[in-house]
């Protein structure tokens, strides 16, 4: 986020922040223009609405998600550098990141539990639920729900294998048609009430970037807790003629980041979600989608082209395209892959024998942690703290298995034992060396020669 190095607890982060929460407010910590709440436990009475709840404008700031794609040589083989590494090309994929206040994130939460339960009473009744895989509480993560597509593949032997890819997802969204399917699944003409109030809102928005306030107000402001002082706000942010208010004024995108995005996004999808089931099952296969990949299993011998341009016009239907770079497809005989490359699918790819995180997810966890140690010692350097002086103690914690809270390492070891995959272990196995040759690196590059042996 502008105005910080790295990550830290009063940051909002859109890879850990959950969309779909309990009722029960958890605690935010991030900084936004009011305070954080002190009374976790918020009630809501959603049966009348006196006066519609008052929303401050979302923060935003641009996630830039990183991808790494391992270069070739001409004779097909992977390139490597002078010491044996993998050459990568690093591709930027901006995802604007839109986040609520403490008290709006508190509301809105309180009021996806409500709607919510109406969502997984519709799931029931249509039994789609094993279907739609996620923002959905005690469905287990991504590595589970890898883990049983791969298990289904063994257990059907002869297949053919879809993994799909819904394009700018999120930012599509048609707000009519989201409208109408919230609508129906409250059995209602129209939205009203706390319903009305929430969708204008998320549909709506309006925000503020993190970037203009630090142009405006300067990266090392005093706002006693929050993002900026009520003061500044009430004068600078929408008090001035020209505001740094933006307004959201297309009919179709939601912000990623509030606590009913995924809701909203998995109601958005409810028909086509239901098509898909019907027309998968009468082909003798089976379907499940997380958030915006979609899945599709088939008898062996289902011819790709067909397939995938069925599934584009259902996802036209709804405003939505598909990541065609994105489809991936495989065959299997006996459960053994028939097809020249592994199935990818939520991170992970599978040969029938052997399930491994993907190389492009190593890649861009080395990434990380090379930005995040060269941001460290620059950060160090600029306040004369000499190189032999700079202490791994806090980037081991975030890049190895040293650390004690979620990092990439503790995810790839909870894969490696959810999946029964050894091998998962032994890609990170060199983990530390890893690390230890990118803080030597950026010691070079950010002291000039001088390598810290602290």
Same mark, same amino acid.
């Given at each position: 986020?502008?105005?910080?190095?790295?990550?830290?607890?009063?940051?909002?982060?859109?890879?850990?922040?959950?969309?779909?929460?309990? @009722?029960? !407010?958890?605690?935010?910590?991030?900084?936004?223009?009011?305070?954080?709440?002190?009374?976790?436990?918020? @009630?809501?009475?959603?049966?009348?609405?006196?006066?519609?709840?008052?929303?401050?404008?979302?923060?935003?700031?641009?996630?830039?998600?990183?991808?790494?794609?391992?270069?070739?040589?001409?004779?097909? =083989?992977?390139?490597?550098?002078?010491?044996?590494?993998?050459?990568?090309?690093?591709?930027?994929?901006?995802?604007?990141?839109?986040?609520?206040?403490?008290?709006?994130?508190?509301? *809105?939460?309180?009021?996806?539990?409500?709607?919510?339960?109406?969502?997984?009473?519709?799931?029931?009744?249509?039994?789609?639920? $094993?279907? +739609?895989?996620?923002?959905?509480?005690?469905?287990? =993560?991504?590595?589970?729900?890898?883990? !049983?597509?791969?298990?289904?593949?063994?257990?059907?032997?002869?297949?053919?294998?879809?993994?799909?890819?819904?394009?700018?997802?999120?930012?599509?969204?048609?707000?009519?048609?989201? %409208?109408?399917?919230?609508?129906?699944?409250?059995?209602? =003409?129209?939205?009203?009430?706390?319903?009305?109030? +929430? #969708?204008?809102?998320?549909?709506?928005?309006?925000?503020?970037?993190?970037?203009?306030?630090? &142009?405006?107000?300067?990266?090392?402001?005093?706002?006693?807790?929050?993002?900026?002082?009520?003061?500044?706000?009430?004068?600078? /942010?929408?008090? $001035?003629?020209?505001?740094?208010?933006?307004?959201?004024?297309?009919?179709?995108?939601?912000?990623?980041?509030?606590?009913?995005?995924?809701?909203?996004?998995?109601?958005?999808?409810?028909?086509?979600?239901?098509?898909? *089931?019907? #027309? @998968?099952?009468?082909?003798?296969?089976?379907?499940?989608?997380?958030?915006?990949?979609?899945?599709?299993?088939?008898?062996?011998?289902?011819?790709?082209?067909? +397939?995938?341009?069925?599934?584009? &016009?259902?996802?036209?239907?709804?405003?939505?395209?598909?990541?065609?770079?994105? =489809?991936?497809?495989?065959?299997?005989?006996?459960?053994?892959?028939?097809?020249?490359?592994?199935?990818?699918?939520?991170?992970?790819?599978?040969?029938?024998?052997?399930?491994?995180?993907?190389?492009?997810?190593?890649?861009?966890?080395?990434?990380?942690?090379?930005?995040?140690?060269?941001?460290?010692?620059?950060?160090?350097?600029?306040?004369?703290?000499?190189?032999?002086?700079?202490?791994?103690?806090?980037?081991?914690?975030?890049?190895?298995?040293?650390?004690?809270?979620?990092?990439?390492? %503790?995810?790839?070891?909870?894969?490696?034992? /959810?999946?029964?995959?050894?091998?998962? $272990?032994?890609?990170?196995?060199?983990?530390?060396?890893?690390?230890?040759?990118? #803080?030597?690196?950026? /010691?070079?590059?950010?002291?000039?020669?001088?390598?810290?042996?602290?």
């Amino acid at each position: 986020m502008p105005g910080f190095y790295l990550s830290s607890e009063d940051e909002f982060d859109p890879s850990t922040e959950d969309f779909i929460l309990p @009722v029960l !407010s958890k605690e935010r910590r991030y900084k936004h223009f009011d305070l954080p709440l002190t009374d976790r436990e918020q @009630v809501f009475d959603f049966s009348q609405e006196r006066e519609p709840h008052r929303f401050l404008p979302l923060l935003g700031f641009i996630d830039q998600a990183r991808r790494y794609i391992r270069v070739k040589n001409e004779d097909g =083989t992977w390139k490597r550098d002078a010491d044996g590494n993998f050459v990568r090309e690093e591709k930027l994929k901006p995802r604007p990141i839109r986040f609520a206040s403490h008290s709006d994130a508190a509301y *809105i939460q309180a009021y996806a539990g409500q709607l919510n339960a109406f969502y997984e009473k519709a799931l029931a009744e249509d039994e789609t639920s $094993r279907s +739609v895989l996620a923002y959905r509480r005690g469905g287990g =993560t991504n590595i589970h729900h890898a883990k !049983s597509l791969f298990d289904e593949i063994r257990a059907r032997g002869d297949c053919t294998v879809f993994a799909m890819d819904i394009s700018g997802f999120f930012d599509c969204l048609d707000h009519t048609l989201l %409208r109408d399917e919230i609508a129906g699944l409250l059995g209602a =003409t129209r939205l009203e009430g706390h319903h009305g109030t +929430v #969708w204008k809102n998320v549909t709506r928005y309006s925000w503020v970037e993190t970037e203009d306030l630090d &142009k405006l107000l300067g990266r090392n402001r005093n706002g006693h807790g929050r993002v900026c002082s009520p003061a500044d706000f009430a004068e600078h /942010v929408r008090g $001035r003629k020209d505001g740094l208010v933006r307004t959201h004024s297309q009919t179709f995108g939601i912000p990623q980041g509030t606590p009913i995005s995924g809701l909203y996004a998995n109601i958005y999808l409810r028909t086509f979600d239901r098509e898909m *089931i019907a #027309w @998968v099952s009468n082909l003798g296969g089976s379907y499940r989608r997380y958030s915006d990949d979609i899945a599709v299993i088939l008898p062996l011998g289902a011819k790709v082209r067909h +397939v995938v341009a069925v599934v584009e &016009k259902m996802l036209a239907d709804f405003g939505l395209a598909m990541s065609v770079d994105k =489809t991936d497809t495989a065959d299997f005989k006996g459960g053994l892959l028939a097809s020249s490359t592994p199935i990818q699918y939520l991170g992970f790819t599978f040969d029938g024998q052997k399930t491994l995180i993907r190389a492009s997810s190593i890649d861009a966890y080395r990434g990380k942690m090379r930005r995040g140690i060269h941001a460290k010692l620059i950060a160090a350097k600029s306040k004369e703290i000499p190189s032999a002086e700079v202490f791994k103690r806090e980037s081991l914690a975030r890049y190895t298995h040293l650390g004690k809270r979620r990092n990439f390492l %503790r995810y790839a070891y909870k894969a490696a034992d /959810v999946m029964g995959s050894p091998e998962i $272990r032994g890609q990170v196995s060199r983990h530390v060396t890893w690390f230890n040759r990118a #803080w030597d690196r950026e /010691v070079s590059r950010v002291y000039g020669g001088l390598v810290a042996t602290s």
